[in-house]
């Protein structure tokens, strides 16, 4: 067996969650990551059929039953994941019946999941159901999108136009729109529902006064759409107060979806002139 630490997969979890701890976004243990691995990516490094322990999942992820997962541990400090991956992180199957997740890897201290994984699982299992190449469920408490959801209406239509006005680009990385929801308890099935009804037809969704879910085919692709509306959002909190002279008009970003082959939203821009 090859060392595990030398394991492409790892090295890149724990330099996104490095990252993003740098940008201070995951503070303390703020924010959660899971991700889908194949099983020729775990073979080098690890017996598969050697379960650590079983730890019970309390709803049922059976759709997923056999896939593997790498998930960051609950009450973990994205702070030291890459130092310490082996406490911080796990590697773990899907049990047959749903009902359990079976540990591989990590979680070294007795750590469990996420207390998220309701969230995560069922977001990847609304996320397949559309993308049979997603893999990524990132969540995280990215600073300017939190603020945002305090002065700004919480209405999904009103909340991406005023993201795709902030940068020209927004429009290409996410035409599909962000999805919203209010503040709710967060770590808990509720949530867990109510976000995965979103990732079936969004890839994004702001958790209001707390954070947000970004999804992706790769660690990249779920980052580079949560660093894309974050971003937008830090310029939205440092004009918002100002007088605005001009902004990017509806009939600028049809140019701009026809320009780059992207369809937005129906109905979140008003119809062509
Ligand atoms: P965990 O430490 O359980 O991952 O929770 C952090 C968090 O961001 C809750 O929403
Ligand atoms: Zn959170």
């Known amino acids: 067996m090859k060392d595990i630490m030398t394991a492409p997969f790892l090295t890149e979890v724990r330099k996104l969650l490095q990252n993003m701890y740098r940008l ?3 503070e303390r243990n703020g924010g959660n990551l899971s ?8 073979t080098p ?19 997923l039953a056999g896939r593997y997962f790498i998930v960051t541990g609950t009450g973990k400090y994205f702070k030291n994941v890459y130092d310490d991956p082996e406490n911080n992180l796990g590697i ?12 591989l890897w990590g979680y070294a201290d007795g750590g469990r999941p996420t207390s998220e994984l309701p969230a ?3 977001s990847h299992i609304s996320r397949l159901s559309v993308d049979p190449e997603h893999r990524v469920v990132l969540h995280t408490h990215c600073t ?5 959801t305090f002065v700004h209406s919480l209405d999904e239509r ?3 136009r005023t993201l795709w006005q902030m940068c020209t680009e927004c429009l290409v990385v996410f035409p ?19 976000t995965a009804e979103k990732m079936k037809e969004y890839r994004l969704c702001v958790w209001g006064m707390h954070g947000i879910f970004g999804t992706g085919k790769t660690l990249d692709e779920a980052f580079g759409l949560v660093e894309t509306v974050e971003k937008a959002a830090e310029i939205y909190v440092k004009i918002m107060n100002k007088p605005i002279l001009q902004t990017i008009t509806d009939e600028q970003l049809w140019i701009l979806a026809d320009a780059f082959g992207v369809t937005p939203r129906e109905g979140f821009l008003e119809p062509r002139k």
Not at 176 to 194: F, H, K, S, T
Request: negative net charge; proline residues 4%; aromatic residues 12%.
């Open 120 to 122: 995560h699982f069922r």
């Open 176 to 194: 599909d729109g962000v999805g919203v929801l209010p503040w709710m308890l967060c770590g808990n099935d509720e949530i867990g529902i109510a």
């Open 92 to 103: 773990m199957r899907v049990s047959a019946d749903g009902q359990s997740v079976e540990l």
């Open 45 to 63: 490094y690890l017996d598969v059929y050697k379960v650590i322990r079983n730890i019970p999942t309390n709803f049922d992820a059976s759709p």
């Open 158 to 160: 009103e909340f991406t």
């Open 24 to 26: 201070g976004w995951d």
């Open 35 to 42: 991700y889908i691995l194949k099983e020729e990516e775990l």
């Open 144 to 148: 300017n999108v939190i603020a945002m």
